[in-house]
T-cell receptor, first 119, second 115 residues
């Protein structure tokens, strides 16, 4: 079964500083990886996703993430954080079709990382 | 309206009450989902419907009863809940259930408090 670990429960950065949120996954085959963001009182919004190809993926709001198979990681980065980026960030892993061809499109989410941005 | 709309935004209910959560999507999607978000726990998938048919029940207690009358509407009927059921309940939709290429679109959730 797949699993996701976000080692940092809470991160605080200053506005304008760079940001990296960590995500480690466990899955036997090539994973489908996602980052979602949740602002207070809101649902989750997709930031970016990785399925295959270029291991550096660009998302919305200036975010990017890099898939590193050797480290089983999919860390989220942003070069310069804005106060509006304060939110909770979720990494998720999804399985595609298994060896038997059965679709198994379920997402497993990490516990989330709360980002606080200081002015 | 566009997107995924959930009502009510907040709900307080006693353990003997019966209430329902409503979700409506205006995206033309075929799959709809209920997730439970509790404090300090990962998001938990509860139910999945694809073309109005339930394709997943993730070992959810029977006090939660989903209903999907059509591809645009999803309900979660609640009865005899426990205090530990207090959480944010999120509805989501996607184009298809079995295609990961179609991302999830979430509503803003219903904050449920069971007293």
């Amino acid at each position: 079964a797949q699993s996701v670990t976000q080692p940092d429960i809470h991160i605080t950065v200053s506005e304008g500083a760079s940001l990296e949120l960590r995500c480690n996954y466990s899955y036997g085959a090539t994973p489908y990886l996602f980052w979602y963001v949740q602002s207070p009182g809101q649902g989750l919004q997709l930031l970016l996703k990785y399925f295959s190809g270029d291991t550096l993926v660009q998302g919305i709001k200036g975010f990017e993430a890099e898939f590193k198979r050797s480290q089983s990681s999919f860390n989220l980065r942003k070069p310069s954080v804005h106060w509006s980026d304060a939110a909770e960030y979720f990494c998720a892993v999804g399985a595609g079709r298994d060896a038997g061809g059965t679709s198994y499109a379920k997402l497993t989410f990490g516990q989330g990382t709360i980002l606080t941005v200081h002015p | 309206e566009t997107g995924v709309t959930q009502t009510p935004r907040h709900l307080v209910m006693g353990m003997t009450n019966k209430k329902s959560l409503k979700c409506e999507q205006h995206l033309g999607h075929n799959a709809m989902y209920w997730y439970k978000q509790s404090a300090k726990k990962p998001l938990e998938l509860m139910f999945v419907y694809n073309f109005k048919e339930q394709t997943e029940n993730n070992s959810v207690p029977s006090r939660f009863s989903p209903e999907c009358p059509n591809s645009s509407h999803l309900f979660l009927h609640l009865h005899t809940l426990q205090p530990e059921d207090s959480a944010l309940y999120l509805c989501a939709s996607s184009q298809d259930w079995d295609r990961l290429l179609s991302p999830l679109h979430f509503g803003n959730g219903t904050r449920l408090t069971v007293t």
